[in-house]
């Protein structure tokens, strides 16, 4: 499902310049993106319920994953103009994510929490939180 997370906003936010996965996401806070404002998508958890069935095995999974979104503002020391850029994409990015499936196996997407990672070097690092639900079948 992140392929489809990552090709989804690459089409639906064309204000981000980079938005890449996991992988990328390691080299980003490595050594800050190589463009912003950026959104990394990466897996965070899946719980799957008990079975419901007798017969097989049939369990609802929570799934959840994280966007990630990097915004550089160098005009003040004090993030004020990182955090008015942030919130903007943000918007755009919840406008995109809110409802949307994935995939037809995934229920539609609910927003979760939302946390300031950090802010260093220029760069504000915010991360949100969204939710799916899909099941797990055993084949009999």
């Known amino acids: 499902?992140?392929?489809?997370?990552?090709?989804?906003?690459?089409?639906?936010?064309?204000?981000?310049?980079?938005?890449?996965?996991?992988?990328?996401?390691?080299?980003?806070?490595?050594?800050?993106?190589?463009a912003t404002p950026a959104a990394f998508v990466i897996p965070l958890s899946?719980?799957?319920?008990?079975?419901t069935m007798a017969d097989q095995v049939i369990q609802?999974?929570?799934?959840?994953?994280g966007v990630v979104l990097v915004v550089?503002?160098?005009?003040?020391?004090?993030?004020?103009?990182?955090?008015?850029d942030l919130e903007v994409l943000r918007k755009e990015v919840k406008a995109a994510l809110l409802g949307w499936?994935?995939?037809?196996?995934?229920d539609p997407l609910q927003r979760g929490r939302g946390v300031l990672l950090t802010?260093?070097?220029g760069h504000m690092w915010w991360q949100d939180i969204?939710?799916?639900?899909?099941?797990?079948r055993s084949i009999l």
């Not at 609802?60 to 994953?65: D, G, I, N, P, W």
């Not at 550089?72 to 008015?84: I, P, R, W």
């Not at 499936?101 to 995934?106: I, K, L």
């Open 1 to 34: 499902m992140i392929s489809e997370v990552v090709t989804y906003l690459q089409a639906a936010v064309p204000a981000l310049k980079q938005v890449g996965a996991a992988a990328q996401f390691q080299a980003a806070v490595e050594s800050n993106p190589r």
């Open 46 to 51: 899946e719980d799957p319920g008990p079975s």
């Open 60 to 65: 609802r999974v929570a799934t959840s994953f």
């Open 72 to 84: 550089k503002n160098l005009t003040d020391n004090k993030g004020v103009a990182a955090s008015q």
């Open 101 to 106: 499936q994935p995939a037809p196996e995934f």
């Open 119 to 121: 802010f260093k070097d």
């Open 130 to 136: 969204y939710l799916t639900t899909t099941y797990d």
